[in-house]
C-alpha cells in the first residue's frame, strides 16, 4: 500500500514563507506524475501545482510566481516552496501521486496564514 507523508504544515504570517514535503512509500519509477492540492473551508479542492515524470511543472495562476514545486527523486520526495504567502492560501494541502495503477492521496496537512 503507498503511504504519503506530509510534513511542514503550519501557522505563518502574512508574507512569509513555508515549504511542504511529501514522502512517498513508492518506487519513483512508478510515478506519472505529483502533485499539490488544497481546500480551503467551504471551497472545493483545487490543484495547486503539479510536476510530471519528466519535470514539467504547471500551477494555478494565483501562486504563479511565489510557489515552486520540485522532487528528489533520490528520496521519493516531493516539495512545495511557498513564499509571500497571503491569507487567501489558508487550506488544508495534499499531496497526490499518479502512478500507471492508482492514484494516491496524503492525508493533508493544515497551512494557515494570518496578518
Known amino acids: 500500500q503507498v503511504q504519503l507523508v506530509e510534513p511542514g504544515g503550519d501557522s505563518v504570517q502574512t508574507g512569509g514563507s513555508l515549504r511542504l514535503s511529501c514522502v512517498a512509500s513508492v518506487s519513483i519509477f512508478s510515478i506519472k506524475s505529483m502533485g499539490w492540492y488544497r481546500q480551503a473551508p467551504g471551497k472545493q479542492r483545487e490543484l495547486v501545482a503539479a510536476?510530471?515524470?519528466?519535470?514539467?511543472?504547471n500551477y494555478t495562476d494565483s501562486v504563479k510566481g511565489r510557489f515552486t514545486i520540485s522532487r528528489d527523486n533520490a528520496k521519493n520526495t516531493m516539495y512545495l516552496q511557498m513564499n509571500s504567502l497571503k491569507s487567501e492560501d489558508t487550506a488544508v494541502y495534499y499531496c497526490?501521486?499518479?502512478?500507471?495503477?492508482?492514484?494516491?492521496w496524503g492525508q493533508g496537512t493544515q497551512v494557515t496564514v494570518s496578518s
Open positions: 510536476i510530471t515524470a519528466f519535470g514539467r511543472v
Open positions: 497526490r501521486v499518479e502512478t500507471y495503477s492508482a492514484n494516491y
